[in-house]
């Protein structure tokens, strides 16, 4: 599985972003995907993730109620939308993938990762 994200950028304070990841390769609705982000200076931490159907997501409590992950299996694609965007909110955003489950993503470490894109708040 090869993993490409994109739609970061610049925005203020209170503004919104949509991130996108595009995957390759066969059999993309049986992997669990997620969204972790990583600040200057600080650990890689976990933001989101959605089952393989989409049905279950699990969301970190620092954006609880502020970004939305979902997916399309039929463009090989997962989204997070960003919405009420903080300053604290800048980092790299990464996508990755896991065929076990979406509980990996916030238990131990999925085994696929694709580039990140760059969020950036600006208060």
Do not use: H
């Not at 996108?20 to 390769?25: A, N």
Request: charged share 20%; with cysteine.
């Amino acid at each position: 599985v090869q993993l490409q994200a994109s739609g970061g950028g610049m925005v203020q304070a209170g503004g919104s972003l949509r991130l996108s990841c595009i995957g390759s390769g066969r059999m993309w609705s049986n992997y669990a995907m997620g969204w972790y982000r990583q600040a200057p200076g600080k650990e890689r931490e976990f933001v989101a993730t959605i089952s393989m159907t989409g049905g279950t997501t699990r969301y970190a409590d620092s954006v609880k109620d502020r970004f939305v992950i979902s997916r399309d299996n039929a463009k090989n694609a997962v989204y997070l939308q960003l919405n009420s965007l903080k300053p604290e909110d800048t980092a790299v955003y990464y996508c990755a993938a896991d065929i076990r489950g979406p509980e990996i993503f916030y238990t131990t470490t999925p085994d696929y990762w694709g580039r990140g894109t760059q969020v950036t708040v600006s208060s």
